[in-house]
């Protein structure tokens, strides 16, 4: 699951399937970007570009024959222990050391953004297309702007008419459950782990985060695996499951997701925030749904419906429009002209 940038702010909302837990690296995006992209900016921006898209069809052939909740907590506990341990290496115990609260606030927002976030959209592709399911995650920002107008940030006219616009791709995504092509219980859990992952980028730009990003993500991980593995242990998910019959390609599929969706794609992510304009790196938000789908229909022969193609267009433009109203600045007010002194006193 892709984590977009915040339409409202500089921060990015983080992960991902996948790049998932990129929120944490958010206050990088206030370093300065030089005036030149030399290749190493194109060269990240395509592995977030197509390493972020394919993570949903990776999730997709992993729980083929892997579970779903324990398949996510595979995934995030395996990848938060290799951050750890790459820390403990290169930083020394210092490396993983904060305070109670940033650790509580790390916490919280694993358990939003890879329990109830990313751990749906795992549970919702086990009946949804991958290509579908990256199409109606990509109304993120949307949610976003909406939370934005909820605690008094008034939106801008694009964002709004962004939202709307989204908020209608969304209604046609979902023909195929009212159809009954798609399973209903599917479509709502993906859009219940979108607002989920919003709720969670949100609150993390507004919660004490640990100082060293890498280890703010480790903590993420490690805790949102966790809760993902109690999750699947009460579904009862470890019951009759043998390791045996997990498929080859399953487990090829989680060891794309640990390595390259939640390693290498975070890495490249992270140094663009310090290397590249914000809008640029914004862009990945709508360019992951359409590799997604592309892939989906290359390798898994998922159909491309009237809806999905329609929905799908009518998504992205919406978040297009979110994002690029986004850089525009607010309008100064007009200035006004001197009052005279009040006559009055106050007591």
Request: aromatic letters at 6%; charged letters at 10%.
């Amino acid at each position: 699951m892709t984590a977009p940038v915040s339409p409202r702010s500089s921060r990015p909302a983080t992960s991902s399937a996948t790049a998932d837990t990129a929120v944490s690296v958010a206050s990088a995006a206030d370093a300065r970007p030089s005036a030149r992209l030399g290749g190493g900016v194109w060269l990240a921006l395509g592995v977030v570009y197509v390493v972020w898209g394919s993570t949903y069809l990776a999730i997709r052939i992993a729980v083929e024959t892997m579970p779903s909740f324990l398949s996510a907590a595979a995934r995030f506990l395996t990848a938060g222990l290799l951050l750890a341990g790459y820390l403990l290496v290169r930083q020394g115990p210092a490396g993983l050391r904060v305070g109670l609260r940033p650790f509580g606030s790390a916490a919280l927002v694993g358990v939003l953004l890879l329990t109830g976030g990313n751990g749906l959209v795992v549970l919702g592709e086990t009946s949804v297309p991958s290509g579908l399911t990256a199409l109606l995650v990509a109304a993120m920002p949307l949610w976003m702007v909406l939370l934005s107008a909820a605690v008094g940030e008034r939106p801008k006219r694009g964002e709004l008419a962004g939202v709307l616009l989204g908020l209608a791709g969304l209604a046609v995504l979902s023909a195929p459950a009212i159809g009954g092509e798609v399973a209903p219980v599917g479509v709502i859990l993906l859009i219940c782990a979108t607002v989920t992952w919003a709720v969670g980028s949100f609150t993390s730009k507004r919660l004490p985060m640990p100082g060293n990003v890498l280890a703010a993500s480790a903590y993420q991980m490690l805790v949102g695996g966790f809760c993902d593995l109690l999750i699947g242990l009460a579904r009862g998910e470890q019951r009759g499951l043998d390791l045996g019959d997990v498929s080859t390609r399953s487990w090829l599929a989680l060891a794309y997701l640990v390595l390259f969706g939640s390693l290498l794609a975070f890495t490249a992510y992270a140094w663009l925030l310090r290397s590249a304009p914000l809008p640029l790196v914004a862009t990945y938000a709508y360019v992951n749904p359409v590799v997604a789908v592309l892939l989906g229909w290359l390798i898994l022969a998922e159909p491309l419906t009237g809806p999905t193609l329609a929905g799908g267009a009518i998504v992205v433009a919406g978040v297009c429009l979110v994002v690029s109203a986004s850089r525009k600045p607010a309008k100064p007010e007009a200035p006004t002209a001197p009052t005279a002194p009040a006559t009055s006193t106050t007591t």
